[in-house]
């Protein structure tokens, strides 16, 4: 959130970062241990293919960048009326009071600063064709993993029996 | 002059005993108390300039004339790699000198962003009160419903009654009930969370009437160049990632292995993690403060045993050494509960723990009788008791709790006799996580010198601990190399010139089992380690960006100057930046001789086995040579032999001021 304020804004603050994380930080409360567990989630624009906020803009400044599919702000033709803000269904478009004009995820460019400094790799940025296939693709290793172990557990087993038997 | 890009702008001063806060710009402040923001930074650099200016002689710590400093640095809240911390300061509860604490998690942050780099608490209010820190607006509201409440409930208290929006848009920094009760060592905690330990601000704040103060910031902080601090911290932390050697161990156990993993310090290591093993981490996930790439927060929740259940944030390395060592209890759920149980009671785990171990050895030797301890056996080893005396110490009840809550120190003469030549003790704070085989001699010399009394924390230098043959062999297992290659790799991974380095580690530099028995370079090295620590104390980042495994090869000046000069466009140097943490150190060390009169003469172990030849380790049969260390140290920082600052070294250091005054002290 810091380096997305201070790569888009040229200063630093959370309350105008593009990217927000809700946080359920589960502080410890005598007494009281929550089942709930510690939880980040980032959330931005989605960048949606249909996006309200570009249908209801009356003045057409919310467009998309045909080079990196981000639904973007021309700040010229925004007259600060806010009405993106109440279409966007997740909240991703905000307003930042002192600069009078509304700011959401325009991807950088097309180099997202905020997955270019995690150091975890919680963030990632793929396209959205095939965004889906690293994951699939790990859960059906995880699923041969599990199979291979249930067989190598096995077969000392089964030998034992067949010891036991001949 | 312009207040520089980085800075929030205004110091916010809250007078509890009017129940007024005055706001004012941060150049303006600066000016009042001689302050150029290139020689002190923020942090701790600042918190000793407005020590020094507004206690020219010594106070009753718990009165109402001390204050509460919380300062933040150029560092904080940017987008700058851990950029979290900020440093709390007061007159010490326990010492009557110098006191400053780190802490991080998000009040520091959200306070910059609120428009602070610095806030003040002074006075007294005349009920318990907390302080609401809205933006501009500053609050100050009745606590009288949440006295008592203890730091959790207080958390959650404040924030509902004030209403956050979402859940962390308001930051308390808050007291429990042993700050109410005015324990020496209570700890101000953030967010139940974060708190700054050992600087005894929970008890000062206690005195004040002061609950909690909450904040809440939604403005922003001018850099001076936003992209190249991206780019530069990018660069920062993948070199990190990298190369910092240790990483491997870091993630996987934290800071609490730490130690355990470096050498074969007395932590029984190994049983820690065969211990972690049977714990439950619903996500072993690590988390950290603002922009943390390295964080040392284990989520941690207990599945089995009698405290199934207990989850904590935390998993830190005090809590890990002073319940093995102090308390003598090994179990890994009394582990995460202790953690627990002493930020819900306010209490600072090194100093309680330390306290109560003191006591058994005064209860074995028989001069505390159980009437003194209200009819309890003391012994280490056994939770129950050890967690009952906790309670009774935070909220002083009966005599046994009430003589725990008081100053080590302090404790020693109210038992008086024999018991002052046992308290291991430096200038009245008891001494943590000592090495009783002197393995780490600069580690040892931490304590005498650091300027809050016995901890090591403005020296954590562990250089020496891994080498001597004996020790556990612990890195192969991690990153497949012996601790003397790695050492070795240390050695030139080290942001240090040259020049020094042939100075400490010979010529060329390396590593080995001469260098670690012997004296040679050690004192520079320490010197060198202490003014950096007074470095990103200022800024203020974390302790674990320069020494994760206390090795001190990640982020060092070079790193230091490169990111700053991004934030507020300066153009400082490697040695500017060492300058400022010397500048630090020399203050602080000339403003306890100005406040306590202390020299050479306090920079000794209270206890009298310290200064008799050794049991067991290097100096075994033979006496540590402290003091002809100590001359070596002096000598190299420019002091007196009696261990005082000198002028000429004060006008060095451009503090032509103290120059001037340190004469006329003597």
Known sequence: ?166 | MPIPKGYAGNVVIIDLSKSEAQILPTDKFWREYDVDPRLWLGGDGLITKILWKDFPEGIDPMSTENEIIVATGPWTATAAPQAGRAMLGCISPETGGFSSGSFGWYFPATLKYAGYDIMIIRGKAAKPTYVFIDDREVSFRDASHIWGKETGETVRAVRDELGERYEGEIRVLSISVAGEHLVKYAVACGDATSCPGRSGGGAIMGSKNLKAVAVRGTGEIQIHSPKGLVDSSYEAINRFLKEEPTLKIWQKHGCTTGLATVARWPLRGTLLASNRAAADFPHLKNVGCLNCFNPCYHWLQLKEGRHAGTRQIGGHMTFLTTMLRNLNIEDFGEWVYYERLMQELGLDPASFSMNFTFAVDLFERGLLTLDDTDGLVLKRGDPDLIWDVAGRAARRQGKLGDLLAEAQGDLARTVGGEAVELAPAVKGKPSIQRDPRIQALIWSMGYLTSPRGGDWLRTHNTWELAFLPGNRDTYPEYIGKSNLELYQECVELLDMPRNLKKQIFGDPPRVDVEWIKGTKGKMLFMVWTENLVGLFNSLVTCMFGAATQFMMVAFGPSTYAEILNKITGWDVTYDELMLVGERVFNLQRAFNYRLKGWDYRNDRFDDKRSREPAVMGIYKGRTVPWDEMLQEYYAIRGWTKEGIPTAAKMNQLKMHDVASILPKLT
């Open chain 1, 1 to 166: 959130m810091t380096t997305c304020s201070t790569y888009n804004e040229g200063a630093t603050s959370l309350s105008k970062s593009r990217i927000r994380i809700a946080r359920h930080e589960g502080y410890a409360v005598t007494g009281i241990d929550e089942e709930s567990e510690l939880i980040f989630v980032a959330l931005m624009s989605r960048q949606c293919d249909d996006a309200f906020c570009m249908r209801i803009c009356p003045t057409g400044a919310i467009v998309r960048n045909k080079d990196t599919g981000a639904v973007i702000v021309n700040h010229d033709r925004c007259i600060g009326c806010r009405m993106c803000i109440v279409a966007c269904p997740f909240g991703a478009i905000m307003y930042d009071a002192d600069r009078k004009r509304v700011i959401k995820c325009e991807l950088c460019e097309g180099d997202p600063q905020c997955v270019r400094l995690c150091p975890t790799g919680a963030l990632a940025f793929l396209p959205k064709k095939s965004a889906h296939l690293p994951k699939g693709d790990r859960l059906a290793r995880r699923i041969v993993d599990l199979e291979t172990r249930a067989v190598a557990d096995d077969i000392p087993a089964a030998r034992k029996e067949k010891d036991a038997n001949s």
